[in-house]
């Protein structure tokens, strides 16, 4: 499969995809045609250990693998060859694990040989458009994406079928240093949460702040804010031409949002400045290429 064919198929969202892998692949192909429904022992499987998706909730593992014995495993399990009789899971990993508590033998599969890279994007199609990925799941499944294949965030964005600013703002989170990210992905932050933190002077000792609190979002923002005041004016209280109001507070986050980068607003009489903070050359064409398009 060349990469413009992947990325056009991968780009027509999830539906489309598992739609075409739920076929049966034509006579006319040379490959052998597989039969959907196919049964191969559950132990002849093991997972993707490229997944993304790492936490799976016992209790929801629980109640599928009670409907699985009650109705069985109605979308069979994505899955590759690895050797002979031996598979490994594309898409499904949260059905095959049900099917093992529910103590199934067999389990129904679909075999399509693809290589690493489009293995990884259909796990991560699979799991965004399901929401079934925590947000630093997401985030470390781009970022994989992006060192293994070389994929822009622009690509990226075309595959999963959000925007490239959504992109951008999942990889920020892997800027936090790794308690704030546990708490991410427990769920104990949101990821609105997380970003906020993201150029403050002490992420830990705020994140854990807003837990203890209970903290809504924009709560969140605001500690954040009063952080970043102090340190550009660690002496005292910042002075009336330091401050900023929340007009402006606001609307750097709204930029920052879109954009995925640090913008700063700096408004005074008569004038001001936006500065946009990038730190690679992709991020510095991107704007530029924005920019240019507008």
């Known amino acids: 499969m060349n990469d413009d064919l992947s990325k056009r198929r991968l780009g027509r969202g999830l539906a489309a995809l598992i739609g075409e892998m739920d076929q049966p692949l034509p006579d006319t192909t040379k490959a052998a045609v597989v039969n959907p429904d196919r049964q191969v022992p559950i132990e002849f499987v093991s997972r993707n250990p490229r997944n993304p ?86 985030a470390l499944g781009y970022d994989q994406l992006i060192a293994d294949h070389g994929y822009t965030q622009n690509d990226l964005g075309e595959i999963i079928g959000k925007s490239r600013s959504h992109v951008a703002n999942s990889l920020r989170l892997l800027k936090l240093p790794e308690p704030v990210r546990d708490m991410l992905s427990s769920g104990e932050l949101s990821a609105g949460h997380a970003r906020s933190l993201i150029p403050t002077s002490d992420p830990v000792g705020l994140a854990r702040n807003i837990v203890s609190k209970g903290l809504s979002v924009r709560d969140a923002e605001r500690l954040a804010q009063n952080d970043i005041k102090q340190q550009s004016n660690p002496q005292g209280a910042p002075t009336p031409r330091q401050q900023k109001d929340a007009d402006t507070l606001a609307l750097e986050r709204t930029l920052s949002d879109s954009l995925g980068l640090d913008v700063t607003v700096l408004h005074k009489a008569g004038g001001g400045q936006i500065r946009i903070a990038y730190k690679t050359l992709e991020q510095l064409e991107e704007i530029c290429r924005l920019l240019e398009r507008s």
């Open 53 to 138: 998706r790492k936490t799976f909730d016992d209790g929801e593992l629980q109640d599928l693998a009670s409907s699985v014995r009650q109705h069985g495993i109605v979308q069979p399990v994505v899955v590759r060859t690895l050797a002979a009789d031996r598979y490994e899971i594309i898409a499904g990993e949260r059905r095959w694990r049900a099917a093992q508590l529910a103590g199934f033998v067999d389990i129904p599969v679909i075999v399509r040989d693809v290589d690493d890279r489009t293995a990884l994007e259909i796990a991560i199609v699979e799991n965004v458009q399901r929401s079934d990925l925590n947000p630093l799941e997401e």
